[in-house]
């Protein structure tokens, strides 16, 4: 196995929504014990720039069921788009650590990265187990509430106008 190497999932939110949770199966194998996560903007079809990171130490043995689940809670802030694509990176937290990614039990497949050196490849790949949770966006009653008064004025104006027009050359010649 080649020396330090990071490894991204790609998702894609189907909702606007303030993140508040990601959970991923994680498991440490030898070395220093942990993983630095990042979730990471989509570059082209591959990871970009980082818009949140944090580290999970003291993983459970690869291959165990001791507590394999690692769980990052987030403040409200950071927000993601419906249909755009993130990612989400792991790298070891040294350049001796080997730490595994568990892949999900139900056969799905994403595109995956992986990163030797400044370079990324991506592909089609049995997807990582991962969760990504969020409190959907809405737009507030208020803004509705404008929106539909706005609504009625154009209608209202436009309407007074094809009025002005229809009224306005007659008897007139």
Do not use: C, D, H
Not at 6 to 27: H, K, S, V, Y
Not at 44 to 63: M, R
Not at 69 to 75: E, R
């Amino acid at each position: 196995m080649p020396g330090f190497v990071e490894w991204g999932e790609a998702f894609t939110p189907n909702g606007r929504f303030n993140l508040t949770q990601i959970t991923m199966g994680l498991g440490w194998l030898a070395g220093v014990n942990g993983v630095t996560v990042s979730l990471e903007a989509n570059n082209f079809g591959a990871p970009g720039k980082t818009l949140a990171s944090w580290s999970f130490l003291g993983l459970p043995q690869f291959a165990t069921t001791n507590g394999a689940v690692q769980t990052m809670t987030f403040a409200q802030g950071i927000v993601l788009q419906s249909g755009l694509t993130y990612w989400l990176v792991a790298a070891p937290l040294g350049t001796n650590t080997q730490a595994a990614w568990n892949l999900n039990s139900t056969g799905v497949t994403g595109l995956g990265a992986v990163r030797f050196g400044s370079v990324w490849l991506t592909a089609s790949v049995p997807s990582g187990a991962f969760e990504v949770l969020g409190n959907s966006i809405v737009p507030e009653p208020p803004v509705w509430s404008l929106f539909s008064v706005g609504l009625l004025g154009l209608l209202g104006a436009i309407r007074k106008r094809k009025t002005a027009l229809r009224g306005g050359f007659v008897g007139r010649f």
